[in-house]
Protein backbone atom coordinates (compact mmCIF):
# COMPACT_ATOMS: atom_id res chain seq x y z
CA UNK A 1 0.00 0.00 0.00
CA UNK A 2 1.06 3.38 -0.79
CA UNK A 3 1.48 6.32 0.87
CA UNK A 4 -1.53 7.53 -1.16
CA UNK A 5 -3.38 4.67 -1.13
CA UNK A 6 -3.01 5.00 3.11
CA UNK A 7 -3.87 8.51 3.09
CA UNK A 8 -5.94 9.45 0.60
CA UNK A 9 -9.12 7.96 2.18
CA UNK A 10 -8.30 8.36 6.24
CA UNK A 11 -7.85 12.15 5.53
CA UNK A 12 -10.97 12.47 3.30
CA UNK A 13 -13.23 10.89 5.98
CA UNK A 14 -11.52 13.27 8.74
CA UNK A 15 -12.15 16.33 6.20
CA UNK A 16 -15.76 15.06 5.77
CA UNK A 17 -16.34 14.17 9.63
CA UNK A 18 -15.43 17.31 10.79
CA UNK A 19 -18.04 20.11 10.66
CA UNK A 20 -20.63 17.27 11.90
CA UNK A 21 -18.92 16.15 14.87
CA UNK A 22 -16.81 19.92 15.82
CA UNK A 23 -20.15 21.90 15.08
CA UNK A 24 -20.42 21.18 18.97
CA UNK A 25 -17.64 23.47 19.83
CA UNK A 26 -20.10 26.08 18.24
CA UNK A 27 -23.73 25.37 18.97
CA UNK A 28 -25.48 28.44 20.19
CA UNK A 29 -27.61 25.69 22.39
CA UNK A 30 -24.47 24.27 23.36
CA UNK A 31 -23.58 28.30 24.36
CA UNK A 32 -27.02 29.22 26.06
CA UNK A 33 -26.61 25.64 28.04
CA UNK A 34 -23.06 26.59 29.39
CA UNK A 35 -24.25 30.09 30.08
CA UNK A 36 -27.29 28.73 31.83
CA UNK A 37 -24.36 26.93 34.31
CA UNK A 38 -22.49 29.77 35.05
CA UNK A 39 -20.12 30.18 32.37
CA UNK A 40 -19.93 33.32 30.38
CA UNK A 41 -21.66 33.58 26.91
CA UNK A 42 -19.82 33.33 23.65
CA UNK A 43 -17.09 36.17 23.84
CA UNK A 44 -18.08 36.66 19.74
CA UNK A 45 -18.48 35.39 16.38
CA UNK A 46 -16.51 34.77 13.22
CA UNK A 47 -18.69 36.06 11.03
CA UNK A 48 -22.18 33.80 11.46
CA UNK A 49 -20.25 31.21 13.57
CA UNK A 50 -20.45 31.94 17.55
CA UNK A 51 -17.13 31.57 19.07
CA UNK A 52 -17.03 29.15 22.35
CA UNK A 53 -15.78 30.56 25.93
CA UNK A 54 -12.64 29.21 26.74
CA UNK A 55 -13.43 27.69 30.54
CA UNK A 56 -17.13 26.20 28.98
CA UNK A 57 -15.00 24.53 26.28
CA UNK A 58 -12.37 23.18 27.90
CA UNK A 59 -14.60 22.09 30.90
CA UNK A 60 -17.27 20.30 28.57
CA UNK A 61 -14.80 18.62 25.83
CA UNK A 62 -12.97 17.72 28.71
CA UNK A 63 -16.13 16.17 31.06
CA UNK A 64 -15.88 12.98 29.19
CA UNK A 65 -12.63 12.36 31.37
CA UNK A 66 -14.75 12.80 34.19
CA UNK A 67 -13.70 15.48 36.83
CA UNK A 68 -10.27 15.67 35.78
CA UNK A 69 -7.98 18.16 37.01
CA UNK A 70 -6.70 21.04 34.74
CA UNK A 71 -3.03 19.56 34.25
CA UNK A 72 -5.27 16.14 33.28
CA UNK A 73 -7.24 18.07 30.80
CA UNK A 74 -4.29 19.87 29.19
CA UNK A 75 -2.48 16.45 28.76
CA UNK A 76 -4.96 15.07 26.73
CA UNK A 77 -5.78 18.28 24.79
CA UNK A 78 -2.09 18.41 23.75
CA UNK A 79 -1.74 21.50 21.87
CA UNK A 80 -2.91 23.84 24.55
CA UNK A 81 -0.87 25.95 27.08
CA UNK A 82 -1.29 24.12 30.05
CA UNK A 83 -0.96 27.47 31.99
CA UNK A 84 -4.08 28.56 30.06
CA UNK A 85 -6.03 25.37 30.54
CA UNK A 86 -5.78 24.60 34.43
CA UNK A 87 -6.90 27.60 35.56
CA UNK A 88 -10.14 27.54 33.19
CA UNK A 89 -10.98 23.90 34.41
CA UNK A 90 -10.02 24.89 38.21
CA UNK A 91 -13.07 27.60 37.41
CA UNK A 92 -15.39 25.28 35.52
CA UNK A 93 -15.66 22.86 38.49
CA UNK A 94 -15.99 25.38 40.53
CA UNK A 95 -19.26 25.92 38.82
CA UNK A 96 -20.65 22.31 37.88
CA UNK A 97 -19.53 18.42 37.73
CA UNK A 98 -18.37 16.61 34.56
CA UNK A 99 -21.66 14.67 34.43
CA UNK A 100 -23.74 17.76 34.47
CA UNK A 101 -22.07 19.76 31.59
CA UNK A 102 -21.17 16.12 29.34
CA UNK A 103 -25.15 16.13 29.37
CA UNK A 104 -25.37 19.72 28.23
CA UNK A 105 -22.85 19.27 25.66
CA UNK A 106 -24.86 16.53 24.21
CA UNK A 107 -27.73 18.49 24.28
CA UNK A 108 -26.63 21.15 22.65
CA UNK A 109 -24.88 19.78 19.94
CA UNK A 110 -28.37 17.58 19.32
CA UNK A 111 -29.75 20.22 19.44
CA UNK A 112 -27.85 22.43 17.09
CA UNK A 113 -28.41 19.68 14.90
CA UNK A 114 -31.73 19.03 15.30
CA UNK A 115 -32.47 22.69 13.91
CA UNK A 116 -30.14 22.74 11.20
CA UNK A 117 -30.76 19.30 9.36
CA UNK A 118 -34.11 18.32 11.07
CA UNK A 119 -34.44 15.27 13.59
CA UNK A 120 -33.91 12.69 10.75
CA UNK A 121 -32.24 14.04 7.70
CA UNK A 122 -31.80 11.73 4.32
CA UNK A 123 -29.47 8.69 5.25
CA UNK A 124 -28.88 9.24 8.92
CA UNK A 125 -30.15 5.36 9.56
CA UNK A 126 -27.67 4.59 7.21
CA UNK A 127 -24.66 7.24 8.46
CA UNK A 128 -25.10 5.29 11.72
CA UNK A 129 -24.77 1.84 10.72
CA UNK A 130 -21.75 3.16 8.75
CA UNK A 131 -20.15 5.21 11.83
CA UNK A 132 -20.72 2.46 13.98
CA UNK A 133 -19.00 0.45 11.46
CA UNK A 134 -16.40 2.68 11.42
CA UNK A 135 -15.13 2.53 15.26
CA UNK A 136 -15.65 -1.26 15.46
CA UNK A 137 -11.89 -2.17 15.36
CA UNK A 138 -10.44 0.51 17.08
CA UNK A 139 -8.64 0.24 20.79
CA UNK A 140 -8.98 2.46 23.26
CA UNK A 141 -4.97 1.76 24.32
CA UNK A 142 -3.65 5.14 24.38
CA UNK A 143 -6.50 7.63 23.58
CA UNK A 144 -7.94 9.36 26.15
CA UNK A 145 -10.75 11.41 24.80
CA UNK A 146 -11.38 8.68 22.54
CA UNK A 147 -11.76 6.06 25.25
CA UNK A 148 -13.64 8.96 27.49
CA UNK A 149 -16.22 9.02 24.57
CA UNK A 150 -16.33 5.39 24.39
CA UNK A 151 -17.69 5.17 27.68
CA UNK A 152 -21.10 6.98 26.84
CA UNK A 153 -24.24 5.48 25.75
CA UNK A 154 -25.34 6.52 22.40
CA UNK A 155 -28.34 9.76 22.72
CA UNK A 156 -31.63 8.16 21.51
CA UNK A 157 -32.16 11.25 18.84
CA UNK A 158 -30.38 9.71 15.56
CA UNK A 159 -28.73 12.83 14.64
CA UNK A 160 -27.55 12.35 18.31
CA UNK A 161 -26.39 8.69 17.99
CA UNK A 162 -24.69 9.85 14.22
CA UNK A 163 -23.11 12.66 16.25
CA UNK A 164 -21.88 10.92 19.35
CA UNK A 165 -20.19 8.25 17.06
CA UNK A 166 -18.63 10.53 15.00
CA UNK A 167 -17.34 11.98 17.67
CA UNK A 168 -15.27 9.22 18.68
CA UNK A 169 -13.56 8.77 15.48
CA UNK A 170 -12.72 12.25 15.46
CA UNK A 171 -11.08 12.00 18.75
CA UNK A 172 -9.40 8.95 17.91
CA UNK A 173 -7.92 10.72 15.06
CA UNK A 174 -6.92 13.46 17.32
CA UNK A 175 -5.34 11.20 19.97
CA UNK A 176 -3.37 9.48 17.13
CA UNK A 177 -1.91 12.67 15.93
CA UNK A 178 -0.72 13.50 19.35
CA UNK A 179 1.25 10.75 19.58
CA UNK A 180 2.53 10.98 16.30
CA UNK A 181 3.69 14.54 16.37
CA UNK A 182 5.19 13.30 20.01
CA UNK A 183 6.86 10.41 17.92
CA UNK A 184 8.39 13.18 15.29
CA UNK A 185 9.88 15.20 18.02
CA UNK A 186 8.22 17.94 18.54
CA UNK A 187 6.39 19.70 21.36
CA UNK A 188 2.85 21.44 21.43
CA UNK A 189 4.75 25.02 20.34
CA UNK A 190 6.59 23.35 17.59
CA UNK A 191 3.88 21.43 16.10
CA UNK A 192 1.73 24.40 16.26
CA UNK A 193 4.33 26.99 14.05
CA UNK A 194 5.05 24.06 11.54
CA UNK A 195 1.36 23.49 10.99
CA UNK A 196 0.46 26.89 10.60
CA UNK A 197 2.72 26.48 7.68
CA UNK A 198 2.15 23.70 6.51
CA UNK A 199 -1.68 24.90 6.22
CA UNK A 200 -0.29 27.66 4.07
CA UNK A 201 -1.15 30.42 6.96
CA UNK A 202 1.42 32.90 8.44
CA UNK A 203 3.16 31.91 11.06
CA UNK A 204 1.61 32.94 14.81
CA UNK A 205 -1.39 33.59 13.61
CA UNK A 206 -3.79 30.01 14.17
CA UNK A 207 -1.30 28.60 17.17
CA UNK A 208 -2.34 31.81 19.10
CA UNK A 209 -5.90 30.52 19.87
CA UNK A 210 -3.48 28.05 21.85
CA UNK A 211 -2.57 30.76 24.46
CA UNK A 212 1.42 30.18 23.83
CA UNK A 213 3.09 33.95 25.02
CA UNK A 214 5.74 35.34 22.60
CA UNK A 215 8.79 34.22 24.33
CA UNK A 216 7.37 30.84 24.14
CA UNK A 217 6.87 30.63 20.89
CA UNK A 218 10.23 32.91 20.22
CA UNK A 219 11.99 29.69 21.32
CA UNK A 220 9.94 27.22 19.80
CA UNK A 221 10.86 28.94 16.73
CA UNK A 222 14.58 28.87 17.21
CA UNK A 223 14.26 25.27 17.97
CA UNK A 224 12.79 24.74 14.44
CA UNK A 225 15.16 27.25 12.76
CA UNK A 226 18.11 24.63 14.75
CA UNK A 227 16.70 21.70 13.32
CA UNK A 228 16.61 23.54 9.83
CA UNK A 229 12.63 23.15 9.58
CA UNK A 230 12.05 26.89 9.29
CA UNK A 231 14.33 29.74 7.75
CA UNK A 232 13.36 33.04 7.70
CA UNK A 233 9.52 32.39 8.25
CA UNK A 234 9.18 29.91 5.72
CA UNK A 235 8.64 25.80 5.62
CA UNK A 236 11.90 24.52 4.19
CA UNK A 237 11.26 21.07 2.16
CA UNK A 238 13.06 19.62 5.33
CA UNK A 239 9.98 20.64 7.63
CA UNK A 240 7.25 19.65 5.02
CA UNK A 241 8.84 16.24 4.26
CA UNK A 242 9.02 15.96 8.66
CA UNK A 243 5.45 17.71 8.92
CA UNK A 244 3.86 15.55 6.38
CA UNK A 245 5.31 12.43 7.69
CA UNK A 246 3.55 13.48 11.23
CA UNK A 247 0.06 12.80 9.23
CA UNK A 248 1.15 9.97 7.46
CA UNK A 249 1.56 8.30 10.83
CA UNK A 250 -1.38 10.08 12.23
CA UNK A 251 -3.07 8.03 8.87
CA UNK A 252 -1.72 4.91 9.58
CA UNK A 253 -3.15 4.92 13.35
CA UNK A 254 -6.10 5.49 11.18
CA UNK A 255 -6.05 2.41 9.15
CA UNK A 256 -8.50 0.37 11.15
CA UNK A 257 -11.18 2.82 10.15
CA UNK A 258 -11.18 2.80 6.79
CA UNK A 259 -10.41 -1.08 6.76
CA UNK A 260 -13.58 -1.25 8.46
CA UNK A 261 -15.75 0.99 6.43
CA UNK A 262 -14.48 -0.61 3.73
CA UNK A 263 -16.50 -0.23 0.38
CA UNK A 264 -18.64 2.26 2.61
CA UNK A 265 -16.50 4.82 3.43
CA UNK A 266 -17.29 6.76 0.30
CA UNK A 267 -21.26 6.07 0.79
CA UNK A 268 -20.51 7.77 4.57
CA UNK A 269 -18.47 10.62 2.98
CA UNK A 270 -21.23 10.93 0.56
CA UNK A 271 -24.17 11.31 3.23
CA UNK A 272 -21.84 14.05 5.45
CA UNK A 273 -20.47 16.22 2.68
CA UNK A 274 -24.52 17.56 1.76
CA UNK A 275 -24.76 18.03 6.20
CA UNK A 276 -21.70 19.52 6.48
CA UNK A 277 -23.07 22.60 3.58
CA UNK A 278 -26.12 23.11 5.89
CA UNK A 279 -24.41 23.16 9.33
CA UNK A 280 -21.41 25.82 7.69
CA UNK A 281 -24.27 27.37 5.64
CA UNK A 282 -26.21 28.05 9.13
CA UNK A 283 -23.11 29.51 11.01
CA UNK A 284 -22.85 26.15 13.02
CA UNK A 285 -18.93 25.40 11.63
CA UNK A 286 -16.38 28.18 10.26
CA UNK A 287 -16.06 28.01 6.99
CA UNK A 288 -12.83 26.66 6.91
CA UNK A 289 -11.22 23.96 9.42
CA UNK A 290 -8.21 22.68 9.74
CA UNK A 291 -9.27 19.68 7.37
CA UNK A 292 -10.09 22.68 4.98
CA UNK A 293 -7.18 24.57 5.08
CA UNK A 294 -4.73 21.43 5.05
CA UNK A 295 -6.60 20.27 1.68
CA UNK A 296 -6.26 23.81 0.04
CA UNK A 297 -2.37 23.10 1.10
CA UNK A 298 -2.15 20.03 -1.22
Same mark, same amino acid.
Not at 39 to 48: L, T, Y
Given at each position: MTETDLSLPARRLAAALEPFAGQVYFSRECHALYEGLG????? *? $?? *??VALPDGPAYFTSRGSVLGQAPGTVVAAAFGVFNPAAVMPAVDFGWSLTDASTICDARTAGAVGQLSRILGAAPDGIERAIELLGRAGERLRPEGRALYAGLLALELPREPVGAAWRLADRLREYRGDAHIAAWLDGGYDATEIGLLTELYWGLPMRTYVRTRAWSDE $????? !? #? %?? &?? %? *????? =??? +??? =?? %?? %? !? !???? #? +??? $???? &??? =?? =?DGLEELIGILMPWDDEIRAAGGYPPAGPHTLAGRRR
Open positions: FSPSP *G $QM *GE $QLDEA !E #A %RL &IE %R *GLVVD =GAM +TEA =GR %RS %R !E !EVEV #A +TDR $QCQP &IVD =GL =G
